[in-house]
């Protein structure tokens, strides 16, 4: 995480820093990035840089995580408002994600995606990975549909949920276009919910 000196700069100087590292990490992949780059663009001195993180993994994480943040805010308000259904939950993330496409910040984050495919999915909403996403979110998701049997299984379909939605988008271009990559999603997903469902609970409307 960046340290208080980071988060005590002027607004500006903290945006300079992360539009020049969002910048090279949509330019290269992360193994290649350089944060004498970064620090250039920004215009800063390198001693600085490591007053605020402590290395490029760091400074990468916080980038995905703030992307992240907002992704789980969505998908927070997508389970009230159906009633704790986790797939159609992570339907709707899809659907989002494809709508704000063209965006700055939903193209850069797909960007920085494309570029390092080799990363575990998972680990862009959370440096704690998909079991700190599960505490924020368990109490809005409708449990009694799920075929739950040990404390790891609802932190494992999280991330199969998370790698079917972010491999289904990064991938949509070259699988014949949104509408058939979203039909493919809703097949993955209908697999997987069947795999977990209760025996009462009746799919969600996006997979009917």
Not at 126 to 143: F, H, S, T, W, Y
Not at 187 to 194: D, K
Request: net charge neutral.
């Amino acid at each position: 995480m960046p340290s208080t000196t980071f988060f005590h700069l002027p607004a500006e100087k903290r945006e300079r820093l992360l539009a020049a590292a969002r910048a090279e990490f949509v330019r290269v992949p992360y193994e290649d990035a350089s944060i004498n780059r970064m620090i250039r663009e920004a215009g800063i001195p390198r001693g600085s840089f490591y007053m605020y993180f402590t290395d490029k993994e760091d400074l990468f994480r916080y980038l995905m995580e703030s992307y992240g943040q907002r992704l789980v805010e969505q998908v927070e308000e997508w389970l009230e408002r159906d009633g704790g259904d986790l797939f159609q939950a992570f339907l709707d993330l899809f659907d989002y994600l494809q709508a704000n496409r063209a965006s700055d910040g939903f193209r850069e984050m797909a960007d920085i995606l494309r570029r390092n495919q080799r990363l575990q999915p998972g680990l862009i909403l959370n440096r704690q990975g998909p079991c700190a996403i599960v505490e924020r979110l368990r109490d809005k998701i409708d449990l009694s549909r799920l075929d739950l049997r040990s404390e790891t299984d609802l932190p494992d379909l999280f991330h199969l949920l998370i790698s079917a939605v972010a491999g289904t988008m990064l991938t949509a271009e070259q699988d014949g276009g949104l509408e058939q990559a979203r039909a493919r999603l809703v097949r993955i997903l209908g697999i997987l919910q069947r795999g977990v469902a209760a025996k009462q609970a009746a799919p969600g409307r996006g997979q009917q």
